[in-house]
């Protein structure tokens, strides 16, 4: 089974960078694109950014769009969000996720997305 486990969030200073990872703890990665989200306190659980199984295709929210960059690395099991120019409203525990088997295509839709990790803390000082 698909489990989900992220890393590399903390604190970092305003205009800095910082990379997230999400391995997947299970004996095999499923064959399914995945995505990241983010939920600040008092807010909804938003999307961020999501890849397709294969790695070819990518989508991002407005927000981020010219700032963070998805990627994978199926040899790994590992999906990644290198984060940069990082501004305070991006202070949030950032959820990894990951449809079922089989459905490939990235997707902004929360709904769509079957698995998902416990989340990781990044804060951003002004």
């Known amino acids: 089974q698909v489990q989900l486990v992220e890393s590399g969030g903390g604190l970092v200073q305003a205009g800095g960078s910082l990379e997230l990872s999400c391995a997947n703890s299970?004996?095999?990665?499923?064959?399914?694109?995945m995505g990241w989200f983010r939920q600040a306190p008092g807010k909804e659980r938003e999307f961020v950014a999501s890849i397709s199984w294969i790695g070819s295709s990518a989508t991002y929210a407005d927000s981020v769009q010219c700032r963070f960059t998805i990627s994978r690395d199926s040899a790994k099991n590992t999906m990644y969000l290198q984060m940069t120019t990082l501004k305070p409203e991006d202070t949030a525990v950032y959820y990894c996720?990951?449809?079922?088997?089989?459905?490939?295509?990235?997707?902004?839709?929360?709904?769509?997305?079957?698995?998902w990790g416990r989340g990781n803390q990044v804060t951003v000082s002004s």
């Open positions: 299970g004996r095999t990665f499923s064959s399914s694109a």
């Open positions: 996720a990951a449809r079922a088997r089989g459905f490939t295509s990235p997707t902004r839709t929360i709904k769509e997305y079957n698995y």
